[in-house]
């Protein structure tokens, strides 16, 4: 062999080399998330549909602590996405809503026990008018003492978008002048009550200065996430059973952008269709979506699908309340998740 044609093989076998390289990045940078999951009362057996048992909550922080899970505070998770940071592969993270006294007295000993860092979302209405069944003021501050964190969850806990904006932003601030008064700060990040959000909610956390906000939506955090719309998986007793938290707990994001409807708050519930562009790649033919647009979940006809944009058929408007949709697609023996919600009136 010549040496010209010896240098030519040489830099033929690095330009496919760097091809190589290049393409596992992208595919390994568009699988980076985290999975943040969402309690809320802890050993409350009059109300499963937020409640999750103690004996299911320790089977679910034995497998993650046994299994070399990656388990980091909510706050490196916003940071990691705000910077355009990979997330470790199997990262976790938890989230309380309502501070219902149950997650202090039952709920908070085992995540110490097992040393998980947890968020607790707080309305502070009924935490100042002292009821019986949530935190005080003073366990809050235990609570934070002793490792946890904050966020905001509104003074009223009331279902934001069916109000004025006016009126949402005088909730907002009350709530935020009372962790300031009994804290002595304010978070910066939100989670909408009962996930119900609005355009217009969004850019009014912007203007009060709150940089992230949880929904109540399944899916993962990835680096194309909405900062204003992060999801999560919700557990209770129903839904709380270990296969399916290990099922959850192992999923990879089903990457999407330019989804249409572009609003999260239907005031005209005559919508029919959804669009998006699937970034992750995948065979369309094994990608199923399904929502409760007609009040019970059911799957959705994909009515067309150009290069990598997706077009879904709604056979009926969704009903009055939260509408839901999710995506997933099996891709080798990975599972691919992505989930939405709409708040309609």
């Not at 026990?113 to 309305?123: D, E």
């Not at 809050?140 to 109000?163: D, M, Q, T």
């Not at 059911?298 to 949709?325: A, E, M, Q």
Request: net charge neutral; proline share 3%; hydrophobic share 40%.
């Amino acid at each position: 062999m010549s040496l010209y044609r010896f240098k030519n093989s040489i830099l033929l076998f690095f330009i496919a080399y760097f091809i190589f390289l290049n393409n596992l990045f992208a595919e390994s940078f568009n699988t980076s998330s985290a999975t943040v999951f969402m309690y809320h009362r802890f050993d409350e057996f009059k109300y499963p549909s937020t409640n999750i048992k103690s004996e299911q909550l320790k089977k679910h922080l034995i497998f993650i602590t046994s299994n070399k899970y990656n388990i980091i505070t909510n706050s490196t998770i916003l940071s990691n996405i705000e910077s355009n940071k990979q997330f470790l592969p199997k990262t976790i993270s938890f989230t309380i809503d309502d501070a219902f006294l149950s997650f202090y007295q039952h709920g908070w000993p085992i995540f110490k026990k097992y040393k998980i860092p947890v968020t607790l979302f707080i309305s502070t209405d009924v935490i100042d008018e002292l009821h019986w069944n949530y935190m005080s003021w003073d366990n809050i501050r235990s609570f934070i003492a002793e490792g946890g964190s904050v966020g905001l969850h509104s003074a009223s806990h009331a279902h934001l978008p069916l109000k004025n904006i006016d009126q949402v932003e005088n909730d907002l601030t009350k709530s935020m002048k009372r962790f300031k008064e009994e804290l002595g700060f304010i978070p910066d990040v939100f989670a909408y009550p009962y996930g119900e959000a609005s355009n217009d909610i969004q850019t009014l956390l912007k203007k009060l200065g709150i940089k992230y906000a949880f929904g109540q939506h399944s899916g993962l955090i990835h680096n194309k996430s909405d900062l204003y719309y992060l999801p999560r998986f919700s557990l209770n007793e129903n839904y709380g059973d270990i296969e399916r938290f290990i099922f959850l707990a192992n999923l990879k994001p089903l990457i999407v952008e330019n989804f249409i409807p572009n609003e999260i708050f239907l005031t005209k519930n005559n919508m029919q269709n959804i669009e998006f562009d699937i970034l992750s790649k995948i065979d369309i033919e094994q990608l199923n979506c399904f929502s409760n647009s007609d009040g019970s979940w059911s799957s959705l006809n994909i009515d067309s699908y150009t290069k990598n944009r997706v077009s879904l058929k709604l056979d009926k408007p969704f009903l009055s309340g939260r509408g839901r949709l999710n995506c997933t697609i099996k891709k080798n023996d990975e599972w691919l998740w992505f989930g939405h919600q709409f708040t309609i009136k």
